[in-house]
């Protein structure tokens, strides 16, 4: 099956280095196919000429966030990660199944390790892994007895039905396709609620699929890159060229 690896990505001096880093991986994983979704309210050239050099199938979307959902505290990339799924169904919609593919969401400052894409290609229907750096923790993950998931070992509000990240969760085409009405919502969804309202709406618990080792690996980890200071940047334009960074 081909991989889906939505990203949701917005502007900021730091975004282009991300996204290096996040394309210097996927290009070495083989049939994956890149969903990169602008929180613009169109297309940048940055990204579209990153998107043109990135030397791996691409589709290049734009939604941008309502500037009453910018603020600190809320869900980030609601809107993104819903036109990455609009797409994905659009795209498949006249096609007969089976249409084997596999969802992952990707967020573009994570860090993962080729291991994990090996793991999430075998997904059946919605596959679970543990993160590692998140939740106030060293990781978080799926607790896994006989190959079930029976609880989640976090840091962090014990009480979701899902204790889980975005990037610990993998989907099937086939389930996205068969659910056509899950996406994230904005309207009750209290931070780090995302996730398990997503997954609610295409699974249970105990059907999750336990990956890497029965979530005994972390391959993937919620890295967040530190704001740059730019203190002495000058206030007008000084250099004799213009340079994108
Ligand atoms: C955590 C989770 O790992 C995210 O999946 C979740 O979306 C987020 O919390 C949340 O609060 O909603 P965190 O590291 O705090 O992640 O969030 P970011 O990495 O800053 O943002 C997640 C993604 O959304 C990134 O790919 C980022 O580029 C994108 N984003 C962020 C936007 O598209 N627009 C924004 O205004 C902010
Ligand atoms: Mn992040």
Known sequence: PTIYAITPTYSRPVQKAEL????????QVSRLHWILVEDAAARSELVTRFVAGAGLPCTHLHVPTPRRYKRPGLPRATEQRNAGLAWLRQRHQHLP?????VLFFADDDNT??????QEMRTTRKVSV????LVGGRRYERPVVENGKVVGWYTGWRADRPFAIDMAGFAVSLQVILSHPK?????RGSQPGMQESDFLKQITTVE?????ANNCTKVLVWHTRTEKVNLANEPKYHLDTVNIEV
């Open 182 to 186: 899950a996406v994230f919502k904005r």
């Open 97 to 101: 199944p089976p249409q084997p593919g």
């Open 112 to 117: 993962y390790s080729l291991e994990l894409f």
């Open 129 to 132: 892994w543990p993160v590692g």
């Open 20 to 27: 290096t880093r996040l394309a210097n991986t996927f290009r």
């Open 207 to 211: 059907e999750l699929e336990p990956k």
